[in-house]
């Protein structure tokens, strides 16, 4: 069956007046959604800080880790995709005005992750610039829990394609799944969707290419993940020096990587947009609590994630093999 439904985020995603708190020594905010949501705050001083994709230094990383029985992996795969290819896999939606574009080529992250029996595949277009997002697919693959759900992002909303397997169709593509609804969700009015953005993989890219100078730097952006609307930060906290075990394979052949390895500690915080307390379930890979992306230093890759696993308490995932060199 078929049918069409529209939803709104409530006011409760408007956005209070933190964002535009004061610029200070030290300390700056990346503020990717200003200039869509119509905001005119005196009080920041500068131009909002573009992403610079030059920095991104791998194509592919293995992650892995776990507690006692529970063991958790992830695996990111990063790819460019070509103008005339993307058009070709950008959905034309049939509600929400225009989509968001990418006004040349895009970057897809490819983000396959195995925590607690759930089987996960996650697939995220975006813009390299600012990471804002043009289309996300989502695919749960876990047994008896089979759904697809597909994300095409406008400047007034999300259209959501969902998509379940009948009886029988269980060997089908999740594409050719057929019970479908189509749904539409728009945000509040004074957002636009141009630069919001989605999945928290995007995580990793960003901490890999943001330019962090300084202990107390942080980026702030909106982004819509797991069915809400949240404002993200993430923060230089600190230096730590971490032991590293991985393959790395580059332009040079494969290599080992191991011992003592320089890294920087960002620390992801999260809010619903507009608000509220308590914990926005906010999650990569299965991790959530305090997240915290360990990056290093020299070569710019994920060394190390860092989070809660319900029934196992801290975890830390691992990078056991990485791709290096931009993401092709």
Not at 8 to 37: Q, Y
Not at 308 to 319: D, I, K, M, P, Q
Request: aromatic letters at 8%; proline letters at 5%.
């Amino acid at each position: 069956m078929e049918y069409a439904e529209t939803n709104r985020i409530t006011s409760a995603a408007r956005e209070d007046a933190r964002v535009c708190e004061p610029w200070f020594h030290g300390r700056f905010f990346l503020v990717l959604i200003l200039a869509g949501l119509g905001f005119t705050c005196n009080s920041i001083a500068a131009s909002p800080l573009q992403l610079d994709d030059v920095r991104l230094n791998w194509s592919f990383l293995v992650l892995k880790g776990g507690m006692g029985p529970v063991s958790v992996s992830a695996d990111v795969r990063l790819l460019r995709v070509p103008e005339a290819e993307l058009a070709r896999a950008l959905l034309d939606p049939s509600e929400g005005g225009k989509p968001v574009s990418a006004g040349g080529e895009a970057l897809l992250i490819d983000f396959h992750s195995n925590s607690l029996g759930k089987d996960l595949r996650t697939r995220l277009w975006f813009r390299p610039g600012d990471a804002a997002a043009l289309q996300r697919g989502r695919i749960d693959l876990t047994p008896r829990n089979e759904r697809y759900r597909l994300y095409r992002y406008t400047r007034t909303g999300l259209y959501v394609v969902r998509r379940w397997p009948l009886p029988g169709e269980d060997l089908k593509a999740p594409d050719a799944w057929g019970s479908v609804t189509h749904s539409f969700v728009a945000y509040p009015e004074e957002i636009s969707g141009d630069t919001v953005l989605s999945d928290p993989a995007i995580l990793l890219y960003l901490a890999s290419v943001a330019s962090f100078q300084a202990h107390g730097d942080e980026v702030q952006f909106r982004a819509y993940f797991d069915e809400k609307l949240l404002l993200v930060t993430v923060r230089y906290e600190g230096d730590e020096v971490v032991t590293v075990d991985l393959q790395a394979d580059g332009p040079d052949g494969k290599r080992g990587i191991k011992g003592k390895r320089n890294a920087m500690v960002l620390g992801i915080s999260s809010r619903l947009s507009g608000g509220g307390g308590g914990d926005t379930g906010l999650k990569i890979a299965g991790l959530g609590g305090k997240l915290r992306i360990l990056v290093d230093r020299e070569l710019r890759i994920p060394l190390e994630l860092r989070g809660r696993v319900r029934l196992a308490g801290n975890v830390s995932l691992r990078t056991r093999k990485v791709t290096l060199g931009q993401g092709h």
